[in-house]
């Protein structure tokens, strides 16, 4: 699960807890899902510039 840098989230991350889900990606499967688009089996790739999207 994507996750913001925040010292909570990444503790959370460290413990295998579930925590708060970016934007753009939450964004991202919100619009595959209303148009039925299905990620299984596909490979995916997002670019961006921030801090947890597109990061290389």
């Not at 925590?19 to 990606?25: A, F, K, N």
């Amino acid at each position: 699960m994507l996750m913001d840098f925040h010292p909570i989230n990444l503790g959370k991350l460290v413990l295998s807890q579930g925590g708060v889900i970016p934007c753009t990606p939450r964004a991202i499967v919100e619009l595959l899902g209303r148009n039925e688009i299905s990620l299984i089996g596909k490979e995916v790739v997002i670019i961006g510039r921030g801090t947890t999207v597109g990061r290389p």
